[in-house]
């Protein structure tokens, strides 16, 4: 049973991408029904919104040592860069040919992003993501694939998408099954607690980067929206700040959110958010620590050359069936 996952470069990696993925990733790398796991930096995906050159190159290494400092072995996971793998824009283009753009118009995260490029221009890669995020899916007979809730309609066009393809050419792909973690399965905006903690909103007081200097980390929690009340209670309608910081407390902790509510009974605002800011403290301090051994290091290069050559391997295979399947170039 195989599991796949990735998140883009495209910013500093947050507490939502660690809470709602790379958390789950670490988690289930343990799970002995695994005998195949891929992690990848997905840096194709990131160019759909433009990117500084220097910026992207740099979030692509940063994103591999943050997986490592998360957690991931590399002994148990294969880690890789997508576009080093040049079979997932392979076999996009198939997928591409085998979709309606009516499927892709309608998805949420295309309208709510090209809302926000239209003055820079909306690239027609932000309407295809969710194809390549298909074809990087497909491609590797996946099973499962841990993403947070945000990715939920791309998986489900996945599946979609792998259905018709096996019964209009026979059976070729698995259909994958997404793992989404109900505990923290959407962590939002610190500013503005109806919308997702995004790594790429212009507002850094929005989210933690898992990079971000601890005690700037820290103001920025107990600085958190909250709402005029004092009760420390879960009521996503009516106190969406507070509910928001009780499900990264839980996730931190561990802790159900009842637990921590009745620990807060009779404290106030002040006292919980420093509760919270010391569990996102503790969190920075120790991912930072591995991450500032590897980043720099050979090792990291190893591991990123040994899940090219896997991913490649497997992915080459995959790519001459599906291209026989669907009658292109000479039979191999
Ligand atoms: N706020 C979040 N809460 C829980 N999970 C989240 N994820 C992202 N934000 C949250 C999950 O992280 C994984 C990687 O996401 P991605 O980089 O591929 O794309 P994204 O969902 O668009 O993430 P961002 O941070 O919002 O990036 P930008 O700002 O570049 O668009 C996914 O599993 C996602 O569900």
């Known amino acids: 049973m195989r599991f796949l996952s990735g998140i883009q470069p495209s910013g500093n990696i947050t507490l939502g991408n660690y809470l709602g993925a790379i958390k789950n990733f670490v988690a289930l790398q343990n799970e002995e029904k695994f005998d195949d796991i891929l992690v990848f930096i997905a840096d194709l995906h990131a160019i759909t919104i433009p990117q500084d050159k220097q910026e992207l190159r740099k979030n692509i290494r940063s994103l591999a040592a943050i997986y490592l400092a998360s957690g991931l072995d590399p002994k148990k996971c294969h880690i890789f860069i ?36 239209e003055t820079h221009g909306v690239s027609t890669g932000l309407l295809t993501y969710p194809i390549l995020m298909a074809s990087d899916i497909l491609l590797y007979d996946t099973n499962l694939v841990p993403v947070g809730k945000d990715q939920k309609q791309h998986l489900e066009l996945a599946r979609d998408i792998a259905m018709r393809f096996n019964q209009k050419y026979g059976d070729t792909f698995v259909i994958p099954e997404p793992f989404i973690s109900p505990k923290s399965a959407k962590i939002m905006s610190l500013t503005d607690p109806e919308k997702k903690m995004s790594k790429s909103d212009e507002n850094p007081k929005s989210y933690i980067s898992l990079l971000d200097d601890i005690n700037i980390a820290k103001k920025k929690i107990k600085s958190a929206v909250t709402d005029s009340d004092t009760k420390v209670k879960y009521d996503i309608e009516n106190k969406a700040g507070i509910s928001n910081l009780l499900t990264i407390a839980s996730s931190l902790s561990g802790d159900t959110i009842e637990k921590i509510e009745k620990d807060f009974e009779n404290k106030n605002y002040q006292e919980f958010k420093e509760y919270v800011a010391n569990l996102v403290g503790d969190l920075l301090a120790d991912i930072q620590e591995k991450y500032n051994k590897i980043i720099n ?23 001459n069936k599906i291209k026989n399947k669907v009658g292109l170039g000479r039979k191999l």
């Open 297 to 319: 290091s050979k090792e990291l290069d190893e591991i990123l050359d040994e899940g090219r050559n896997y991913a490649t391997y497997l992915a080459s295979k995959k790519i």
């Open 82 to 117: 997508q576009s080093e793998v040049p079979f997932h824009t392979e076999l996009s283009w198939i997928l591409e040919c085998n979709t309606y753009i009516g499927e892709v118009q309608r998805m949420t995260q295309f309208k709510d992003k090209s809302k926000k490029e």
